[in-house]
């Protein structure tokens, strides 16, 4: 597509945007050089594209990096972090010092970006994940802030081979986010040789092209054809832009530039400084421009204003899917606040998200069959306090964006995942349905709030205290219908567990969790009429885990507790529980828990092949009591 210029550039400023490029590569190579790490090749590629788009293209509040107002950027080639904190330098919001001590334990500029600086908004690093956190950003610029700011992404070629850089290609072109700018830089070299495409640019625009979007190819290293570009980019309406920026990998750098086997290795000393000087001898002016100021029209909101509106409408015995009553909750939660929203990986008529959709249609985010990518989408959503995020889907889907998950750790994001149909009570769907393995997925996430709620009253409590807890949280629904155990008036806790059995001749601590609790609850009957008394404990949250409730209950209960969880061995609750009373002398921990691969059956005879019935339960209790 032929450019079409906004208006003749300056020679002058042309000049002054090329200078500061080469001064960012002067700065990317200092501070690699300093650290003995890093990738200066990968910065230097880019260096004309992030002087263009922070002096010329962007509008922000250099002062301010954090202003819901300002354009947002996403580095999702993260490792070529210095060039962005080179920028923070030209900017001024960086001392030229600190450059020298990157990547040095005590010093906030890493290796790869995270939101300790302000002027990240998303951690990135693990590659592929950029872009749908920039359209999380845009979605939310476009449909809830109805706001003039845009959102621009540069990316490496290399990355371009991870599937979930289609997945998020998709989505902007489906929900035509002209306010979403993707730059690839195409180096043509990955990390231990070419990239599949090396320059050929033509294909990552025809790419481009199928998947929907405006697209233009430039030379990556000229500021005019750059800052043309982004400005053409601007006039497009309905569709998101790439720019395919063909470009040299060390660009700057003689017998660098271009060469294989520099990916990840700072400059010799004995020749940095020669480097320097050749580079030094281009840049013509001392200056910098100045951004230009955002447009101020962001709606000020507040996502910290949450209360409930009415107790849960459930009566003791009522018959309620927790991931029914999830569902329900979430929608009675939309109207506490028009910020929270909801995102579906096309499940929502078996998660039951559907009915927040019904109810907040204009906040409810359809993502198909693309978990990676929502997940991305869900941490872009959230940056900077514009939204309450909640991601539903099976919790089996959610392991395959596990990478995501973990980078939303990585950038103290707090966002809300609700996995259903967890564990072999799934039924005759089979093992590729079951999610056995997501509490050990989410335990080992660091701050990540385990909600497992075992009735519909706990249920709407936990969709409740997710929303206001800082950090993520995932919770955990069941899909078959169970019994309502707690009035409307009981209160939950984070990290406060139930004891809803007990008496002061227990013998054996019980601890379950969603259909096994209820298990453990038609066990503890049928024991106390042979006379065997046991104490039932409902966790509430695997993680915290209220270790002081469950070391009390087992001091009392001889030292012996049950386990029993519909999902693997490794990683669950009996883990959790083992290692909260693993400084006890003399307690002793029966784990009753999914063993192998499962199949199809009805829901009642896989807890019962799968050893974690009623009958089992039981049987468990016998035999820690005989020892």
């Not at 720019?243 to 700057?252: D, M, P, Q, S, V």
């Not at 409307?488 to 406060?496: M, T």
């Not at 024991?527 to 104490?535: D, E, F, H, Y």
Request: glycine residues 8%; contains cysteine.
């Amino acid at each position: 597509m032929a450019l079409v210029k906004d208006a003749t550039l300056d020679p002058e400023t042309l000049q002054v945007l090329q200078d500061v490029a080469n001064r960012l590569r002067i700065h990317s190579i200092r501070a690699t050089c300093a650290s003995n790490s890093g990738h200066p090749t990968s910065c230097c590629s880019a260096a004309e594209i992030m002087a263009v788009l922070f002096f010329h293209t962007m509008r922000y509040r250099q002062t301010d990096p954090e202003h819901p107002d300002n354009d947002r950027f996403v580095l999702s080639k993260g490792h070529a972090a210095p060039i962005l904190y080179a920028v923070w330098v030209e900017v001024g919001s960086i001392c030229e010092s600190d450059l020298l001590n990157l990547r040095r334990i005590h010093c906030d500029l890493e290796g790869h970006p995270t939101p300790r600086l302000s002027f990240v908004d998303v951690a990135t690093g693990s590659l592929g994940q950029g872009l749908g956190a920039a359209c999380g950003m845009a979605y939310t610029g476009k449909y809830f802030d109805k706001a003039s700011y845009r959102v621009f992404c540069l990316m490496g070629d290399g990355e371009s081979s991870e599937g979930s850089v289609w997945e998020a290609l998709a989505f902007a072109s489906h929900y035509s986010l002209d306010n979403l700018v993707a730059i690839f830089d195409v180096n043509r070299l990955g990390q231990s040789g070419a990239t599949p495409l090396e320059h050929c640019t033509d294909v990552f625009e025809k790419r481009c092209q199928a998947f929907g979007w405006n697209t233009y190819v430039v030379d990556g290293h000229d500021v005019e054809a750059l800052c043309q570009a982004f400005w053409k980019a601007t006039q497009v309406k309905s569709k998101p832009t790439a720019l395919i920026a063909k470009t040299f990998k060390g660009r700057g750098i003689p017998d660098v530039e271009d060469a294989e086997n520099w990916h990840g290795k700072p400059m010799p000393k004995d020749r940095a400084d020669g480097i320097v000087k050749l580079i030094e001898s281009q840049i013509q002016t001392n200056r910098t421009l100045t951004p230009k100021a955002p447009v101020e029209d962001s709606p000020q909101i507040s996502i910290s204003n949450i209360e409930t509106t009415s107790p849960p409408a459930y009566k003791l015995g009522d018959m309620v899917a927790t991931r029914e009553a999830c569902g329900l909750a979430l929608a009675k939660l939309g109207y506490s606040n028009k910020r929270v929203i909801v995102l579906d990986g096309d499940t929502k008529n078996s998660t039951f998200s559907e009915i927040f959709k019904k109810e907040h249609p204009e906040r409810f985010i359809e993502c198909f069959i693309a978990e990676q990518n929502m997940v991305s989408v869900a941490l872009g959503c959230a940056t900077r306090g514009r939204t309450i995020v909640f991601v539903s889907t099976f919790a089996a889907f959610l392991t395959r964006a596990f990478d995501q998950i973990r980078m939303g750790a990585i950038s103290q994001t707090s966002i809300n995942l609700i996995g259903s149909h967890c564990g072999v009570s799934v039924g005759e769907d089979g093992p590729s349905q079951m999610a056995l393995e997501d509490l050990a997925m989410f335990r080992s996430v660091p701050h990540c709030t385990v909600f497992y709620p075992s009735d519909a009253v706990a249920t709407e409590h936990a969709v409740y205290l997710a929303a206001v807890t800082k950090g993520m949280c995932f919770i955990c629904t069941s899909r078959p219908k169970t019994a309502v155990i707690y009035t409307s008036q009981e209160n939950f806790v984070i990290g406060q567990a139930k004891v809803i059995r007990r008496s002061a001749a227990d013998e054996v601590t019980v601890i379950g969790a969603g259909v096994t609790l209820h298990e453990a609850l038609v066990a503890a009957d049928e024991l106390a009429q042979q006379g065997i008394s046991v104490r039932v404990i409902d966790p509430f949250t695997i993680k915290p885990l209220d270790a002081a409730t469950i070391v009390q209950s087992a001091k009392v209960t001889g030292g012996r507790i049950v386990t029993v969880e519909d999902h693997y061995r490794e990683g669950g609750i009996g883990e959790a529980v083992c290692a909260a009373v693993s400084r006890e002398p003399d307690v002793i921990v029966r784990q009753l828990a999914v063993k192998g691969v499962p199949r199809s059956g009805q829901p009642g005879e896989l807890l019962e092949m799968c050893g974690i019935s009623a009958r089992h339960i039981i049987a468990a209790v016998k035999e820690v009591i005989m020892k």
